[in-house]
């Protein structure tokens, strides 16, 4: 069983900043791939940010230049920090990684509970 724990969001100003913090537990072998995503009431889910093993990254256009996605592996953690914050950014956001469990050559998709946050104007 993998698990992931996701913690940061709240209430913010626009312009102010938040960190999300997402942390996976279990039977992990290796987690090659972390993103983070958001979902606004009467919208689809749409991908934020995505950070790969080599540390690489990509971002949706919307966030390019205000948010940061970083990992730190030996912690099996993926972090969001979202400076220049938009009421538009608003939303559920959540934490997704591709995790290879030891003893098994498959990969799973394991998504965290979200966590909400809200941007004021």
């Known amino acids: 069983q993998v698990q992931l724990v996701e913690s940061g969001g709240g209430l913010v100003q626009a312009g102010g900043s938040l960190t999300l913090s997402c942390a996976a537990s279990g039977n992990i072998f290796s987690i090659p791939v972390m993103t983070w995503s958001r979902q606004a009431p009467g919208k689809q889910r749409e991908l934020v940010a995505r950070?790969?093993?080599?540390?690489?990254?990509n971002y949706a256009d919307s966030v390019v230049g205000r948010f940061t996605i970083s990992r730190d592996i030996a912690k099996k953690s993926v972090y969001l920090q979202m400076n220049s914050l938009l009421p538009e950014d608003s939303g559920v956001y959540y934490c997704?990684?591709?995790?290879?469990?030891?003893?098994?050559?498959?990969?799973?998709?394991?998504w965290g509970q979200g966590t909400q946050v809200t941007v004021s104007s």
């Open positions: 997704n990684m591709r995790v290879q469990q030891r003893g098994s050559d498959e990969f799973r998709d394991d």
């Open positions: 950070i790969s093993s080599d540390y690489s990254t």
